[in-house]
């Protein structure tokens, strides 16, 4: 089984930074796509942006022009951007992979954007 470690997420001031990190334990390649999820309090669990291993990307109306999602050299590490952060982006994130068909989950990292 492939196994996603996230890591990134704190608490920053609106207007700040954050740059989350899922490494895998495999690479991945073609249309295998690594991506975030988010689960805002009080709303359903929304998908963020994702990647495939021809680098296209895609990403939520939420977070178009403020986010970026990237991966490293190797591709087993899924880089996501995250500027301009508001209060409504405050969630726990969540990566997940589909590498060879198999899906996997990461157990999140949670984001917290004060005003």
């Known amino acids: 089984q492939v196994q996603l470690v996230e890591s990134g997420g704190g608490l920053v001031q609106a207007g700040e930074s954050l740059r989350l990190s899922c490494t895998a334990s495999?690479?991945?390649?073609?249309?295998?796509?690594m991506g975030w999820f988010r689960q805002v309090p009080g709303n359903e669990r929304e998908w963020v942006a994702d990647?495939?291993?021809?680098?296209?990307?895609n990403y939520a109306n939420s977070v178009k022009g403020r986010f970026t999602i990237s991966f490293d050299n190797v591709k087993t590490t899924v880089f996501l951007q995250m500027n301009s952060l508001k209060p409504e982006d405050t969630a726990p994130y969540y990566c997940?992979?589909?590498?060879?068909?198999?899906?996997?989950w990461g157990k999140g990292t949670l984001v917290t954007v004060s005003a």
């Open positions: 997940f992979a589909n590498l060879r068909g198999a899906l996997t």
């Open positions: 495999e690479s991945f390649s073609g249309a295998d796509r």
């Open positions: 990647i495939n291993g021809v680098d296209n990307t």
